[in-house]
């Protein structure tokens, strides 16, 4: 079996610092987010304006946006329902099949395509198994987190050392 690393890519505070320039300047035209915990909470329904204007800078910079989420169709319509993106929900992550489907949708080659994420086993696992690379954000809202992703969290932990001894 190949080894799949768990270490992210690269890693951010937030998606803002991710900026049109620097996904050119890193050779990415399409973008996969993920939604809960890495453009909003949970708890948060519908984008902000922040949001939305980070998000339509990148489709105007010629980047295609779309969003992968395990939550269900439900949320994630709603999230998407002002901006209208590319959608998968359920994805089902860390299963690559959410990634290999909106790579075939945009003719996106593996070195094109970046995964956004918060999530060490979920985001940056699918990234890696689909051959893509996965750019990492802190959680923004940590506490509203269920018992399941908390454990995960634990589980992260050498992984994201790993990330800041091989950067440093
Ligand atoms: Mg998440």
């Not at 994805?91 to 956004?116: H, N």
Request: some cysteine.
């Amino acid at each position: 079996m190949s080894k799949i690393s768990l270490a992210p890519d690269k890693m951010f505070d937030n998606i803002y610092e991710i900026t049109p320039a620097l996904l050119k300047a890193d050779g990415i035209t399409t973008v996969i987010f993920d939604v809960d915990n890495t453009i909003a909470p949970y708890s948060v329904a519908h984008p902000t304006k922040e949001m939305s204007e980070y998000l339509f800078s990148l489709r105007d910079n010629g980047i295609n946006v779309a969003f992968a989420s395990n939550n269900d169709g439900q949320r994630v319509e709603k999230f998407n329902r002002t901006l209208g993106f590319f959608t998968i929900s359920k994805a089902k992550k860390p299963s690559r099949r959410a990634v290999r489907k909106i790579m075939r949708k945009f003719g996106a080659s593996k070195e094109q395509t970046l995964v956004i994420g918060d999530q060490l086993f979920t985001d940056c696992l699918c990234a890696h198994r689909a051959g893509v690379r996965a750019y990492i954000v802190e959680p923004i809202d940590r506490k509203d987190e269920g018992w399941f992703v908390k454990v995960k969290r634990i589980f992260e932990k050498p992984h994201i050392r790993h990330f800041k001894r091989r950067k440093a």
